[in-house]
């Protein structure tokens, strides 16, 4: 496994987290996704709102698996239709009383990282994308203008990193990094 090299020690599951593009054949367990799915039910959300919807296929779906990788812009397809689970995760922008929920992607980022979090716990990795097209998953799935599309996912198990071709098998083998703790965080102010 690729372990995020930390300079601070942080939970195992976050150093365990990370976002291959090569995925096993092996199926997710229904029990698996809707554990996943529960974990993110219970992240945190302004007015306890849950604006966070999801729209999911098992590659066995092959209808409605297809119609997700459709979606998908022509750099994801080659690796993501491999992966055993495609997931789209869409927004709640309005609450209920009609008012914008200006922390609404807050709280569906909030849900996605509890959901990759609990994925990541039972063995499960997932790679998050904004290539696709959000106007096509509209259509496809008949997504009301009520709910705006954010991000895909891609969900299995870690396959070899040797079953990709380029450019996806040299991003796969590339070292992890992260802009230091320095760079984010600031006491304070923002540096001038």
Known sequence: MRHAPTTYPVHELIRKRWSPRSFTSQPVAPDALNQVFEAAAWAASAMNEQPWRY???HKSDQDT???LVDCLLPGNQPW???AP??????VKTHYDNGNPNSAALHDLGMANANLILEATALGLHGHFMAGFDANKAREAFRIPESLQPVAMLALGYVGEADQLEEPFLSREKAPRQRKPVSEIAFHGQLPA
């Open 65 to 67: 698996f297809q119609k």
């Open 80 to 82: 993501a239709k491999n």
């Open 85 to 90: 689970v495609l997931i789209l995760s869409l």
């Open 55 to 57: 729209i999911y296929a």
